[in-house]
């Protein structure tokens, strides 16, 4: 079902990734996502299923795993409220790279591909702001995982 109130509209304009956009641009977007509700437990995305959507975390907690090549699955992370996730498929329409898996009952808002291109074709300055916003975060993301991979290194053997 689609969504509006004034209330939702606040909550996304203090995320990351709507940030920045006029009124109008807002009602817009907020005009294009659907509400998906998931119990705990439940998986929202699986990691190799094609993707064709992202979605803004309203409520609720969420993991993201990863397979290993040994068969395990790795913690990558948690998703909360105002976080987003599943844009990297709207960016390089590949399969999802992880599984998403609702921790508590969860309240999520998705927005389809086709959506983000009509927005796209309705209002191209906005939808740059959310281009530059999605990228934002993703510098974000690889900021993380730098200092990660940094303190790994660390512990296997130090600097060369």
Do not use: W
């Amino acid at each position: 079902m689609a969504v509006s109130s004034p209330d939702l509209k606040a909550f996304l304009l203090a995320t990351p990734f709507f940030g920045g956009l006029s009124d109008a641009s807002l009602d817009r977007l907020v005009s294009m996502l659907v509400e998906r509700r998931f119990e705990a437990g439940a998986t929202v995305v699986a990691e190799g299923e094609p993707g064709r959507s992202m979605f803004v975390v309203h409520s609720g907690t969420l993991e993201v795993s990863e397979r290993l090549p040994t068969g395990g699955v790795i913690h990558m992370s948690n998703l909360e409220p105002g976080d987003f996730f599943g844009e990297m498929t709207l960016l390089e329409m590949q399969n999802r790279s992880a599984t998403v898996i609702a921790e508590t009952s969860t309240v999520l808002y998705e927005l389809m591909a086709r959506e983000l291109y009509a927005f796209y074709k309705a209002d191209i300055q906005a939808y740059v702001i959310v281009m530059q916003n999605i990228n934002r975060e993703l510098c974000r993301r690889l900021r993380r995982a730098d200092a990660r991979i940094k303190i790994l290194e660390m512990r296997e053997g130090g600097a060369r």
